[in-house]
């Protein structure tokens, strides 16, 4: 049966190349790099080096604004409750998207409940946000704005320049999640005006376990993990040297590949929309339109009538890796958060799958999926009591 | 590398990939519906009474693999059971059929209980007759 692996935004190989890198900080060059010595001094010079890749990646003005974690949602975490912990006596309010990552608004929420304020800026049905609604969300007393690059589920590109430029004219820190789209998109620090900015490179080949929060050199910050010295004391814990030499390699060769991988997935997305919505009758695209808008691999569906964990299973039972943002873990069924702040119906949120492409997948896999994923749906439908009568 | 887990055993696998019982009995003499059709889980069971006796049983249900193959079971386990039978169901027993689920998983088995329980109030209240005094026992 052929296997096609289509939740990249969850996880990606880890490149061969990168792997090499990463297999002498194992067994071979173990060192702390908080040791003296020169086990410790190799391991030290490692980390300098990834520093001053990802660095470059991001167009960071130097290497030491980049704090190493251990993944995307602890440098949220950081960012957040960091920048309010810092910036506390200015204010006590914060502006986030609705439709942030569940690290963000867990994080918020969080402070919430220890005396500060958020608003929560809608999105339009694209899932866009309006400059002009967070302009108009700011008060004297915001410390902190957070909008994603893209949005992990409905692959929307937030305006994150011109919000920058709206943050940095009133003082107040930004911060950009650029978790769903870094690796696939160019990501811009200086240039978006970013205070903060955080990615992690297990979904762009790079392994699991580590994650980056750029810290502009004038952005206030606190350490919200407390012990040694490690990043410059913004973040104690030994450094998984290994994963983040790992981050360097793999943030060095998406920098080269962005403009292929790109190309090639937006080819491959516009492919496997363009096959799926001809074959299906009543399926919906949640989010921009495939082009300059959208996140150019990733593709989130709603099959009206049908659930989307049954999909899954069927999609998996036919070598087909995806995703859901569906879930029946709890009664009634939650619907994402996202596809809630959409305005999209619950019926259709129901159903929800993603498929997110990679730089391997081949033409071949799409038309597979075209093949395959409309009998799917067709399957469960002929089961639905929505769907009597229904065409499909 | 070891072979992927399952998220289902072989039994649940089977009847979520091959439901048994799909769609609707012919004028069928009780019908009961769980759930909410329009824009969550659901399951709708129609069933065929003779004698006191469910003779057919069939459903239709949106939702994830359990609850798909949980609708399948049920109508697989009540079908020949008397009403006084079919009124002492209880998704525990779709759960043990199916050699158990998942923990997240139980309360997905709950829509079969609850669909038997309104077609049979379906079928108490075409067919008064038919529920005699102490057998009104609701759950």
Known sequence: ?????????????????????????????????????????L?????????????????????????????????????VKGTAAACQRDGNHIVISATEHPAVIASVEFLEARGFACTRVPVDAQGMVRPADIRSALTDKTILVCVHHVNHEIGAIEPVREIGALARERGIAFY???????????????????SLLSFSPHRFYGPKGVGVLYQNRRARLAAILHGGEQEDGRRAGVENVPAIVGAGVAAEIAGREMEQRRAHCARLQRRLWDGLRAKIPRLKLNGPEPGPGRHPATLNIS???????????????HGIAVASGSSCASRPRKISHVLAAI???????????????????????VDYVIETFPKIVAKLRALSPACEGQPG | MRPAPALYNATVLDHFLNPRNVGDVPEAEALGQAGEPNCGDAMRLSLRIQDGR??????????????????????????????????????????????????????????????????????????????????????
């Open chain 1, 43 to 79: 391991a030290r010079d490692a980390l300098a080096r990834a520093r001053a890749q990802v660095a470059a990646f991001i167009n960071a003005e130097s290497p030491e604004e980049i704090i190493f974690t251990s993944d995307g949602t602890e440098a949220s975490n950081l960012a």
């Open chain 1, 343 to 365: 305005g999209l119906d619950p019926a259709l949120a129901r159903g929800n799958i993603i498929m997110s492409l990679g730089r391997d997948n081949t033409e071949e896999d």
């Open chain 2, 54 to 139: 469910i003779v057919d049983a069939r459903f239709r249900a949106v939702g994830c693999g359990a609850a798909i193959a949980s609708s399948s079971m049920a109508t697989e386990l009540i079908k020949g059971r008397t009403l006084e039978q079919a009124r002492q169901f209880s998704n525990q027993e779709i759960v043990a059929a199916l050699g158990g689920l998942p923990p997240a998983k139980i309360q997905c088995s709950v829509l079969a209980g609850q669909a038997l329980r309104a077609a049979l109030e379906d079928y108490e209240k075409r067919h008064p007759a038919a529920s005699a005094p102490g057998r009104r026992g609701r759950k």
């Open chain 1, 1 to 41: 049966m052929r296997q096609v692996y289509l939740d990249h935004q969850s996880a990606t190989p880890v490149l061969p190349e990168v792997l090499e890198a990463m297999k002498p900080f194992f067994a071979e060059a173990y060192g702390n790099p908080s040791s003296l010595h020169r086990h410790g001094l």
């Open chain 1, 303 to 317: 099959a009206e009538f049908i659930e989307g964990e049954a999909q899954l299973l069927l999609c998996d039972m």
């Open chain 1, 176 to 194: 950009v999640d650029a978790e769903a789209g870094a690796g696939w998109l160019p990501v811009d620090a200086r240039d978006w005006g970013a």
